[in-house]
T-cell receptor, first 116, second 113 residues
Framework: NAGVTQTPKFQVLKTGQSMTLQCAQD?????MSWYRQDPGMGLRLIHY???????DQGEVPNGYNVSRSTTEDFPLRLLSAAPSQTSVYFC???????????????FGPGTRLTVL | GQQVMQIPQYQHVQEGEDFTTYCNSS?????IQWYKQRPGGHPVFLIQ?????EVKKQKRLTFQFGEAKKNSSLHITATQTTDVGTYFC?????????????FGRGTQLTVWP
């Protein structure tokens, strides 16, 4: 199993450009999510999905769109990049047990995005 | 959303010294998870605590969940340079079995040889 994969690893954008960060998992997990990590701020949830066709907002959703057409893929779209979106982006997935057992969350390697 | 406070934000220790990080919530938690992130890496799951007063050990790491299930701690005995990284706690959104995970801001541990 490859686990959670993300592409690209690094990206530089100009203000106003759009792009899609790719995320895929091969563990058949229902739950997938996107976080951004900024120095001193921990991991903040952007969007999440509990299954194909179902997405919802997290703590900091503005400026980002997501869709979930398959169980495996969960892309994150930046509509019009802004310098405030310079960050490290992590995709994560987990199985959902309803709290019956440990819901280990697996993270991808991250995408380091700079917006000029 | 739910918040969890994590302290300290930074900790610098000499190799061989002990280290502890704490997470505190104003509300009762269903469970709490701990993650470690090495410099330049991604968070990696360490453990989940569920029961009131629970204590779990992984080699030199000891995890505790408070009796009231409002706080938790991670203690590392005799730190080594391999312990360097940021340690995060994470809590599940209250009242939802499919809930979001909220992360603390992390404690960044530096170990001097």
């Amino acid at each position: 199993n490859a686990g959670v994969t993300q592409t690209p690893k690094f990206q530089v954008l100009k203000t106003g450009q759009s792009m899609t960060l790719q995320c895929a998992q091969d563990m058949n997990h229902e739950y997938m999510s996107w976080y951004r990590q900024d120095p001193g701020m921990g991991l903040r949830l952007i969007h999440y999905s509990v299954g194909a066709g179902i997405t919802d907002q997290g703590e900091v959703p503005n400026g980002y769109n997501v869709s979930r057409s398959t169980t495996e893929d969960f892309p994150l779209r930046l509509l019009s990049a802004a310098p405030s979106q310079t960050s490290v982006y992590f995709c994560a997935s987990r199985q959902t047990s309803g709290g019956l057992y440990t819901d280990t969350q697996y993270f991808g390697p991250g995408t380091r995005l700079t917006v000029l | 959303g739910q918040q969890v406070m994590q302290i300290p934000q930074y900790q610098h220790v000499q190799e061989g010294e002990d280290f502890t990080t704490y997470c505190n919530s104003s509300t009762t938690l269903s469970n709490i998870q701990w993650y470690k992130q090495r410099p330049g890496g991604h968070p990696v799951f360490l453990i989940q605590l569920v029961k009131s007063g629970e204590v779990k050990k992984q080699k030199r790491l000891t995890f505790q969940f408070g009796e009231a299930k409002k706080n938790s701690s991670l203690h590392i005995t005799a730190t080594q340079t391999t312990d360097v990284g940021t340690y995060f706690c994470a809590i599940r959104e209250r009242g939802s079995t499919l809930g979001r995970l909220y992360f603390g801001r992390g404690t960044q541990l530096t170990v001097w040889p």
